[in-house]
């Protein structure tokens, strides 16, 4: 793969072009003085809004920022003050604004409220930027950059610092910088490709369920015959079906987007897809406009907001495999043995594109079809029950800090433990080595109510997450490996023979 | 559940859903993928030109040769935030250059005479100059890029020992080179 960010290159599915994906890899990659820079939170949030093109009024807000920026920099460089946060969190934001409030370039019109930078502009509108917003705005002039150039938009920063500039003016600029990224898009992310990968999965199943068929036709068997189905002849539509991952996805959205629109049918829900879905951004956490999908991931990002963000009730890992599933959990339960299916030989099929790439010999190619994967499907039981029970534990941990706290302080707020249950939250407590879980917390009254938030949260994904551990049990592991490992060692041999 | 239970308005956006959903399921299978490369992006550039402390990476250098506009980004970012840009060296120029004027400040290569094969690297600077720097960075004529942290400065001199066969050494004689003073 190379490493640049503006090759034209597509991958053979889904129309995301290598640029695209590298911008949002490289803000996922880029590394402060301690750490990550961006939080995996901002950088989900983006890509989804990338994704669905509703960033029009983050861009809105950004400018905003933009002009604190430049007046606040002794330079009158508004980028200097995005990257002085290390990281880029509320907390990074803070110090900034906590270091420039006494700055002489505040003035009646542009002035620091706290956590908030409030701008008057002299046609007389008014605007705030709080900084629990700032990491996603940095993250998003960060996708900017990356997609349109540093270079090409020096302009708009300097009209931007502009000290009369008008409200008016500012929104001109907001819809150029949306116009010139709309336009990066348009040439990286076709919007027509999905409405065309839909229709394909459409035209089969109508031809393999029969034209009316139900969703609830539709099986794991019917997932396979697809992939199956797909002709690999070059330039053909199914190009975007090779891979078994991508299949699966792709059902589990297609049967996601109808069930989402069946449910709102009764439930005005304007934001989420209409002109002013930009609503949805500012409102994201606990807002009015969030989608059934949206409600999976909230309790994730809620973990990893403010003030929660303390502490890592869960760790890195395990964070991008639940918001990789937590907002399809009904689609995942009802097609198991497919998710084993991905979870197994996508892991599989990722091994042998790479060996073709490091262009290894017929042999090994053939070996490599026929045992593709490092796990079966008892391997991902127990990589699901470990996951299930990890959550179990820092859950029990959280509420040893809420029973230790409470017992302390005398306070009403103590959670009753038995003696047993005690004894392994206790257990559970001094066992996990992450952020947040030392023997500090204990004498810290503060920490009370955010471990019990925290309690609460791991409690409702980890009965989000017990639905689809339950179902992938309910499959005969070692007897539906053992049935799918020649299945799959023939169809790889059909996709990649002509290429080893 | 049926897709023919759909309208039309109802179908569009079941299909705009799943664009948007599955454009972040196959980003986001990339950004997750165990044997992908590290990638490289604005915010490493920044870096690199404004943290004297951060230096230049195999994989930023192969980035900035493939990418336009990050190369773009860098030489505006290094033209900017710099305490001094020296001129580059005159066409006429040819060989390997033992010194370079700059307004306010030069440089000159000299060789050790307590050790042979290895040369002084002197960086005057005038007075005038508030804002002491506290790197140089080099770009060859190829586009490599290298950075040396500098000593604490003596009387406005700055001065450190490097092997005369070093990249450093060769790239800042070479006459392609160009020559920046990081603050």
Request: some cysteine; charged content about 25%; proline content about 2%.
């Amino acid at each position: 793969m190379n490493s640049n960010l503006n090759t034209a290159s597509f991958y053979g599915y889904g129309g995301v072009s290598d640029s695209l994906a590298g911008i949002f890899e490289a803000l996922a990659d880029q590394e402060g003085l301690n750490g990550p820079r961006y939080r995996q939170v901002d950088i989900w949030a983006l890509l989804k809004d990338v994704a669905e093109r509703r960033f029009a009024s983050g861009i809105y807000e950004l400018c905003h920022l933009l002009r604190g920026f430049g007046i606040l920099d002794r330079r009158g460089e508004a980028v200097n003050l995005f990257w002085m946060a290390d990281p880029a969190t509320p907390a990074g934001f803070r110090s900034v604004l906590s270091a420039h409030e006494n700055s002489k370039r505040l003035s009646d019109g542009f002035f620091i409220e706290g956590n908030v930078l409030n701008f008057r502009y002299s046609d007389n509108k008014d605007f705030e930027v709080k900084t629990g917003r700032m990491p996603y705005l940095a993250a998003l002039f960060d996708f900017m950059v990356n997609a349109i150039g540093f270079v090409e938009i020096q302009d708009d920063l300097a009209m931007l610092s502009k000290s009369d500039l008008t409200h008016r003016e500012l929104s001109d600029i907001s819809n150029g910088l949306f116009s010139k990224c709309y336009a990066f898009l348009s040439d990286h992310l076709p919007s027509s490709q999905g409405q065309k990968k839909m229709r394909h999965i459409l035209t089969f199943l109508n031809g393999y369920l029969g034209e009316g068929f139900d969703l609830a036709e539709i099986n794991d068997e019917t997932i396979m015959a697809f992939w199956e189905d797909q002709d690999l002849s070059r330039g053909s539509d199914a190009s975007d079906f090779i891979r078994f991952t991508t299949v699966f996805d792709d059902f589990t959205r297609y049967a996601q987007a109808i069930r989402e629109t069946l449910s709102k049918r009764d439930v005005s829900d304007a934001k989420v897809f209409g002109t002013e879905a930009h609503e949805a951004n500012l409102d994201r956490i606990g807002g009015e406009g969030l989608s059934v999908a949206e409600e999976g991931n909230t309790i994730l990002e809620l973990l990893q907001e403010e003030p929660l963000d303390q502490v890592k009730f869960i760790g890195k890992k395990d964070l991008d495999h639940l918001a990789d599933i937590l907002d399809r959990t009904e689609e995942i339960s009802r097609w198991a043995l497919s998710y084993l299916r991905s979870l197994t030989f996508g892991q599989g099929q990722a091994r042998i594109s790479q060996g073709l790439r490091n262009k290894l010999n017929a042999d090994r190619f053939q070996a490599l079809c026929e045992d593709s994967s490092k796990t079966n499907y008892e391997d991902q039981l127990t990589i699901g029950q470990k996951l299930s029970d990890g959550l179990r534990n820092t859950q029990l941990a959280s509420l040893y800090v809420v029973n230790n706290i409470g017992a302390k302080e005398n306070s009403d707020k103590t959670i009753e433990l038995d003696f047993e249950l005690l004894g392994k939250a206790r257990k559970a407590f001094h066992n996990i080595n992450r952020q947040g879980f030392q023997d500090s917390v204990l004498d810290d009254p503060t920490m009370a109510d955010l471990f019990e938030q925290g309690a609460d949260c791991l409690d409702l994904i980890n009965r989000k997450y017990d639905r689809v551990l339950k179902a992938i049990q309910q499959v005969d592991a070692s007897v539906c490996y053992d049935e799918d490992k020649p299945r799959f060692a023939t169809r790889f041999y059909r996709i990649y023979g002509g290429h080893a | 559940m049926s897709w023919n239970l759909l309208s039309e308005d109802e179908k569009r956006r079941a299909e705009e859903r799943f664009t948007g959903l599955s454009i972040v399921d196959n980003i986001r299978q990339q950004m997750l993928a165990e044997s992908r490369e590290r990638r490289y992006g604005f915010g490493d550039v920044y870096q690199f030109a404004t943290n004297a402390h951060i230096e230049m990476t195999s994989g930023l250098q192969k980035a900035l040769k493939q990418d336009d506009k990050l190369q773009s980004a860098l030489d505006q970012l290094l033209s900017e935030r710099v305490v001094y840009q020296f001129p580059r060296a005159a066409a006429a120029s040819s060989g390997n250059l033992e010194s370079r004027e700059g307004d306010g400040f030069s440089i000159q290569i000299k060789h050790s005479r307590a050790q042979s094969g290895q040369v002084y690297i002197i960086l005057k600077m005038e007075d005038a100059f508030q804002q002491e720097p506290t790197a140089i960075t080099l770009k060859s004529g190829e586009g490599q890029y290298l950075k040396k942290l500098l000593p604490l400065s003596v009387d406005g001199v700055f001065q450190f020992l490097a092997e005369e066969d070093d990249e450093f050494v060769k790239t800042l004689r070479d006459v392609a080179s160009e020559v920046f003073l990081n603050s």
